[in-house]
């Protein structure tokens, strides 16, 4: 007698243990959804879908990603309650409130690692040297 089992696709995401939150990959804020079974380990990559922002409090399915532990920060968790999510169509509607807490999300310069804008070394001292005279 033998028994095959089919083993789960690993790039997709559980529907059943699956929840929305606000994550920071690689420096950027993304609205996510993630398995709760996917961070079992803490060096195991984690397999998310990444919502792009589409219009007011609607978001779109992007990409599938797999993502090293090391560059993704889960910052919240959103409730069952305040996202809706359509598989048909790969739609995410966000309450209005959540809204508002990813805008301080985006807007905090302690959590948005983006770099600014460092002109050349050769402008600053040209400028420093504009100054002396």
Not at 53 to 74: A, G, L, N
Request: a neutral charge.
């Amino acid at each position: 007698m033998s028994f095959t089992t089919q083993s789960p696709d690993p790039g997709a995401v559980n529907q059943n243990d699956a929840h929305f939150a606000f994550a920071r990959i690689k420096g950027d804020i993304h609205l996510v959804q993630a398995s709760c079974s996917s961070s079992k380990s803490p060096i195991a990559p984690v397999d998310v879908k990444v919502f792009q922002h589409e219009f007011i409090h609607i978001f779109r399915f992007s990409e599938h990603r797999t993502v090293h532990p090391t560059d993704i920060c889960f910052l919240e968790t959103i409730d069952d309650q305040h996202a809706f999510y359509q598989e048909e169509d790969e739609k995410v509607y966000l309450a209005k409130e959540i809204m508002q807490r990813m805008q301080k999300y985006n807007c905090d310069p302690r959590l948005n690692r983006k770099q600014y804008y460092q002109p050349p070394r050769t402008v600053l001292l040209t400028r420093q040297r504009q100054r002396q005279w």
